[in-house]
């Protein structure tokens, strides 16, 4: 188990340095095989009608002046070892781990990501424990009770909660629930400071991702449930006499976990990338929101920067799904 953990480990470090190659080549090799010269890269971080001696300083300080590989071993570089930033009459330290500089913002750019990270990560913890919970109940309770009321009821719901885009829904609980019916706060507050009023804000957000993603975990596991439960194994249990919730918990649902945990993992690591929209429609200032502020603003090392992280999160929830995989299924550590 060990050795498969620490395979799966090295690949994971393996598999991000070539996403954040790849990360680093779109934003700058690509402008340049289009034809864009590096005065054109740095007038971007410029005002209107620049001198030509603003272009070179501003070019020098981007590195934009080297060729593309020396730029990312610069990158790489600061992130383990920090990086300094000549501004002309002062130099700027960026400490570990340095993930760029913002020129337009005069801040480095993981400073700013980590105060946003925990806004991120309530908001995906919070509904992920609800759409996985609901979302595996009500396709169980399905699978035992095909074609039931119960069934046709639950599966119309998760239809219609896999058609509605999330502006919809977000924007119409924060309708009934914060305006009409004053229910629920929409001022954030970290969890340290006010944990009721954390929860409370939270909510409204919570449920609205919980609708979108419960419904495709209940599908998911209502056909892995009703596939599984007609397998030899679920017959045999039964027939030694197990009482009926082993054999559907402990048999039947562990069987047909391994396409959720798959669906999970992928799911949980793109949400703590950054709930773009669900932040945007719930004005939460997470890592979502400050990259749209980094694609408006067309700020290269604030979208390179949450790039990376969405990576890293993807990269890691990968690497959880492996050691999940390995606990409950065996046959995969001989893999």
């Known amino acids: ?22 990360t680093f080549a779109i934003f700058f090799l690509l402008p340049r095989l289009a034809g864009q010269t590096a005065d054109q890269l740095a007038q971007q971080y410029i005002g209107k009608s620049p001198s030509k001696a603003d272009i070179v300083a501003v070019k020098h300080n981007l590195g934009l002046d080297q060729p593309v590989y020396v730029q990312y071993w610069h990158f790489i570089k600061g992130i383990v070892a920090g990086a300094d930033y000549n501004l002309g009459p002062t130099t700027v330290h960026c400490d570990v781990p340095c993930f760029g500089y913002s020129f337009k913002d005069h801040v480095a750019v993981w400073p700013q990501l980590t105060q946003r990270i925990p806004i991120t990560l309530s908001l995906a913890a919070g509904a992920a424990v609800l759409w996985l919970v609901s979302g595996v109940v009500i396709g169980v309770i399905s699978a035992l009770k095909p ?3 119960f069934d046709r009821t639950f599966m119309g719901i998760a239809l219609a909660g896999v058609s509605l885009p999330m502006f919809f829904t977000g924007n119409l609980a924060i309708l009934l629930f914060v305006f009409n019916w004053p229910i629920f706060g929409r001022d954030y507050v970290p969890f340290t400071e006010n944990p ?9 957000a919570w449920c609205s991702l919980a609708l979108l993603y419960s419904a495709i975990y209940a599908r998911l596991t209502r056909s892995g449930m009703l596939e599984t439960m007609n397998e030899d194994f679920i017959r045999t249990a039964r027939a030694k006499g197990l009482r009926e ?19 999970f993992g992928m799911d949980l690591g793109l949400l703590l990338g950054g709930a773009v929209i669900t932040e945007s429609v719930f004005s939460l200032g997470g890592v979502g929101q400050y990259a749209v502020q980094g694609i408006t603003d067309n700020d290269l090392p604030k979208i390179l920067g949450v790039t990376l992280l969405a990576a890293f999160f993807v ?17 995969v550590r001989l893999s």
């Not at 598999?15 to 190659?21: D, E, G, N, R, Y």
């Not at 009721?196 to 409204?204: G, I, V």
């Not at 919730?245 to 669906?263: D, F, K, Q, S, W």
């Open 1 to 22: 188990m060990i050795s498969y953990i620490l395979r799966r480990t090295f690949a994971a470090v393996i598999l991000l340095l070539v996403v954040s190659a790849v």
């Open 147 to 149: 074609r039931s009321v």
């Open 196 to 204: 009721e009023q954390w929860a409370n804000t939270l909510f409204p």
């Open 245 to 263: 919730r082993n054999v559907v918990v402990r048999h039947g649902l562990r069987a047909a976990l391994t396409p959720i945990i798959t669906v």
């Open 315 to 331: 990269v890691i929830a990968n690497l959880v799904v492996d050691v999940l995989y390995a606990a409950a299924d065996p046959r």
